[in-house]
Nanobody, 120 residues
Framework: VQLQAFGGGLMQAGDSLRLSCAFSGRTFVRYAVGWFRQTPGEEREFEAAINWSGDTTYYSDSVKGRFTISRDNPKNTVYLQMSSLKPEDTAVYFC??????????????WGQGTLVTVSS
């Protein structure tokens, strides 16, 4: 299983940005996929996940209401639409796949990160 995240960039506070996570290697539709983010010196934190069918989503309190996760199974891609970006959203964003437990994804596979920088 391989995941590849892309779409990061330098943004301004209040902007919107969409990240993509391309999935390959096994039957994409069977896996839940999620997004984590990490800042220097900190652990990766769960932010959003979507189940295999796309009808159930999960969010951390820090992004709920501003970020939207979705998936396009025929395209083997999961998206993270980020709106009303804040400087504190600055981080390296990683996508991951694995089972869902307690409202979070338990990563089995990781993609490489994509950097999002939000200036004030």
């Amino acid at each position: 299983v391989q995941l590849q995240a892309f779409g990061g960039g330098l943004m301004q506070a209040g902007d919107s940005l969409r990240l993509s996570c391309a999935f390959s290697g096994r039957t994409f539709v069977r896996y839940a996929v999620g997004w984590f983010r990490q800042t220097p010196g900190e652990e990766r934190e769960f932010e959003a996940a979507i189940n295999w069918s796309g009808d159930t989503t999960y969010y951390s309190d820090s992004v709920k209401g501003r970020f939207t996760i979705s998936r396009d199974n025929p395209k083997n891609t999961v998206y993270l639409q980020m709106s009303s970006l804040k400087p504190e959203d600055t981080a390296v964003y990683f996508c991951a796949s694995g089972p869902i437990a307690d409202g979070k994804i338990i990563p089995t596979y990781w993609g490489q990160g994509t950097l999002v920088t939000v200036s004030s």
